[in-house]
């Protein structure tokens, strides 16, 4: 059995969650759709209810910014044998929308391009923003961590916890497509020219495997875990790639934001087999808030979190419950068969075995059915257990303070680009108590950690200079200290949800911003 101390390892590094790129395909030829003659006698309605109408006359939904469209206005839908298209243009009213069929969607748009001006001097190509929501087509409830690409470029980024996601985009990807996927959802497409300017609520509908139980019964999730472990150098690379990414990591104390930090980093990705060398890390541009004072008396400050991002990489990174020296500490189920692109992925659940008295994971891993790569994993430390690592966790402890970890989970995730799997999205959440000795009441800390990729690059990669690596086992926001006014220019980055940008603007301090490669 892996000693302990191997196990403390790992843990500090946790893992990911998956969202996979995949493909829907435009088809113009629905268009005509928007041609066909309906009769509607719906009479005086709200337009937002006429949208609602038509959908399940036609059988097409809508996609559409909700800035150009009063939902609540009355209109009348009352029509006899008339185009489509025409219908629409009567009841919203407008002769400067556009309407687009692609699968079994129409997307109501305004060709506006929303221009993002730049005081980088750098920074030649005009920059356009697009932004909206991911969300379940049934439910309307948004969808965390979807992932939303430029389909033929390694440009994309992830949604943020509330689905919330936002590109900057060139004049020379005007011509691509933007992808939205999620593992379980039918992958959607939109041109990229058809988006720009516009705030889309992207509604993915979940796609159902029907697997006889037996066929699930048959498979031993062991021989697929280790199938995927065999073909990590042929699903992730035997190659290197230079990724760029947003990160950030925040400390919450009794719900107040006490420090946020975060940065545009680009990573040197070694490859995955075959190869002595480590991953390597850069700072582009970073900034952090402070909400802290020397009267405080407690204070968390994450130590490792860059570090943790890289050794997260469950595929790249021994983690025990992928090797088969060490499944034997661990029982596993293989529970469901998913939709992911134009395939299928198992998912499987592990647990520590009962009678193993040890700090091990509990969690879920997906794996495509195809080509055996794991596409994204969501695990915890024992909860029952994690207090054994106390010291691990815990550099330091404020004199008079007794603290100690309540809960470590992490998820991790991949992309597929042009046939190969690259890290996606990386974060982990822990939750830490303190309590003042000889007092009644505990303090409560969370915090988190986190790295979306947002653009993959695999030609002339060479490994960074000594000089520009960042100081990943430092604690972050104590380490930049060099002052500067730049923004993100035309980087991307994640959008802060609402409870975080909330936390953000009741910070009575000074925002600083930092660059630490030129």
């Known amino acids: 059995m892996q000693p302990l101390a191997g196990y403390i390892e790992r843990i500090l590094k946790a893992t990911a969650f998956v969202l996979l790129l995949a493909s829907t395909g435009i088809v113009s030829g629905q268009a005509y759709v928007l041609d066909s003659l309906y009769t509607f006698r719906a009479g005086q309605v709200k337009t937002g209810a006429a949208l609602d109408i038509i959908s399940r006359q036609t059988g097409y939904n809508f996609t559409y910014d909700s ?97 919330e996601f936002g590109l900057k985009i060139t004049r020379s990807l005007f011509t691509d497509t933007l992808s939205f996927s999620c593992l379980g959802y039918q992958n959607r497409e939109i041109p990229v020219e058809q988006a720009l300017g516009n705030n889309y609520d992207v509604s993915l509908l979940r796609e159902f495997i029907p697997i006889p139980a037996i066929i699930i019964k048959t498979r031993v999730p062991q021989e697929i875990i280790s199938k995927s472990v065999v073909a990590a150098g042929r699903n992730y690379g035997t ?207 969370n915090v988190f950690f986190e790295l979306a990729v947002s653009g993959i690059r695999t030609d002339n990669v060479e490994r960074f200079d000594r000089e520009e690596l960042a100081p990943i086992h430092s604690v972050f926001s104590k380490t930049i200290v060099n002052y500067d006014y730049l923004f993100w220019g035309d980087q991307d980055f994640l959008k802060p949800e609402e409870n975080l940008l909330q936390a953000l603007e009741n910070m009575k301090v000074k925002l600083q911003e930092f660059s630490e490669v030129k």
């Open 239 to 445: 190659t290197p790639a230079l990724l760029t990414g947003f990160y950030r990591e925040g400390v919450t104390k009794k719900q107040e934001l006490q420090v946020y930090s975060e940065a545009i980093i680009q990573v040197f990705k070694s490859p995955y087999t075959g190869s002595l060398l480590n991953d390597q890390i850069r700072i582009f541009k970073s900034r952090k808030i402070e909400n802290t004072s020397s009267d405080d008396t407690l204070a968390i400050r994450l130590k490792a979190g860059l570090s943790t991002c890289l050794e997260l990489d469950v595929m790249k990174n021994d983690f025990d419950f992928l090797q088969s020296i060490t499944m034997k500490d661990y029982t596993y189920r293989l529970t469901d068969i998913v939709s992911t692109d134009d395939d299928a992925a198992y998912v499987i659940d592990f647990e520590q075995r009962e009678g193993v008295n040890l700090p091990l994971y509990r969690g879920t891993i997906y794996i495509n059915a195809d080509d055996y790569a794991l596409l994204n994993v969501d695990f915890e430390i024992h909860p029952k257990y994690i207090q054994e690592l106390r010291e691990s966790f815990i550099q330091s402890s404020s004199r008079g303070f007794d603290t100690w970890p309540v809960s470590g989970k992490y998820s991790v995730s991949y992309r597929k680009l042009n046939g190969r799997y690259f890290l996606n999205h990386v974060r982990g959440d822990l939750v830490f108590t303190s309590k003042k000795k000889k007092k009644l009441f505990n303090s409560q800390f």
């Open 67 to 163: 800035r150009l469209i009063n939902e609540e206005n009355r209109v009348d839908l009352t029509f006899s044998e008339v185009r489509l298209g025409s219908v629409l243009d009567s009841i919203l009213k407008s002769d400067s929308l556009v309407y687009t069929v692609i699968d079994r969607y129409i997307i109501i748009s305004r060709i506006a391009p929303q221009k993002i001006t730049l005081t980088d001097s750098t920074v030649l190509e005009e920059i356009f923003y697009i932004s909206g929501r991911v969300t379940d087509a049934e439910s309307g409830e948004t969808l965390p961590y979807a992932t939303v690409a430029v389909k033929n470029t390694g440009k994309g980024m992830v949604a943020n916890a509330s689905g």
